[in-house]
């Protein structure tokens, strides 16, 4: 293991009406990050869940939703969520079982009807590639856990440390990534520097800066993920 998983990052034009979007579909606490972010952190009674960071940014946002959430409804279908602010952009119909909708950003996640024995909330994180089970294989290398193959050729990666949800899928597609990934995630570092990462096939693309104090690198798909250094012991 070479990281921990450790939470979530969205890309916002506005980032206080995208987390207060998140906090309501979420129910967490909406906080102010200063310069303009916000974070969407779990309550007490879901604590089991990972902070979302809602990052301001300059640049609209451009091409496919590659990285979303998937989300199981309290109910039968997703009208909290529209009033909540959510856009439906397909219903459920005989080739898939859900809807997805987008977010007031425009970027797209997927909800499934609720059932007794779930909870309702976040319980996968998708990430469309081209080689399903070996960038799945490639993150199992550097969070742990363990890949498996479902029946539509994806590959799920279960049991990553620090990975807050039921499953982590990644997804086959045809077409490449060409644009930054408006969702992303973050990892604390075993060690303090990402020195195994990159020897792992990470690429690096930002060093840590007076402001900032972590690393920018991108996964074997192109990727772009945060590693922060490993957190203070008390």
Do not use: Y
């Amino acid at each position: 293991m070479i990281a921990r998983f450790k939470d979530l990052c969205l890309d916002a034009a506005d980032a206080q009406v995208l987390g207060e979007f998140w906090g309501r579909v979420l129910d967490g606490e909406v906080v102010d990050a200063g310069d303009g972010d916000t974070r969407v952190d779990p309550r007490a009674a879901r604590s089991g869940a990972e902070s979302i960071w809602v990052n301001r940014v300059s640049e609209p946002r451009t091409g496919k939703t590659r990285v979303h959430l998937e989300l199981r409804l309290a109910g039968a279908d997703p009208a909290p969520l529209v009033a909540a602010g959510a856009r439906i952009v397909r219903e459920p119909d005989e080739e898939i079982e859900w809807w997805v909708l987008a977010d007031p950003d425009g970027n797209e996640f997927c909800a499934f009807a609720g059932r007794p024995d779930t909870r309702p909330g976040p319980m996968e994180l998708v990430v469309d590639c081209a080689e399903p089970e070996r960038l799945a294989g490639w993150w199992a290398g550097v969070l742990g856990g363990e890949v498996e193959m479902t029946g539509w050729d994806a590959a799920s990666l279960i049991g990553a440390t620090g990975f807050p949800w039921d499953e982590w899928i990644f997804n086959p597609v045809p077409e490449r990534k060409t644009v930054k990934n408006r969702m992303h995630w973050d990892v604390d570092l075993v060690d303090p520097e990402p020195t195994a990462l990159i020897r792992a096939g990470a690429t690096l693309l930002r060093e840590p800066t007076d402001q900032t104090r972590w690393w920018v690198l991108a996964d074997p798909e192109g990727n772009e993920f945060c590693a922060f250094p490993p957190r203070p012991t008390e």
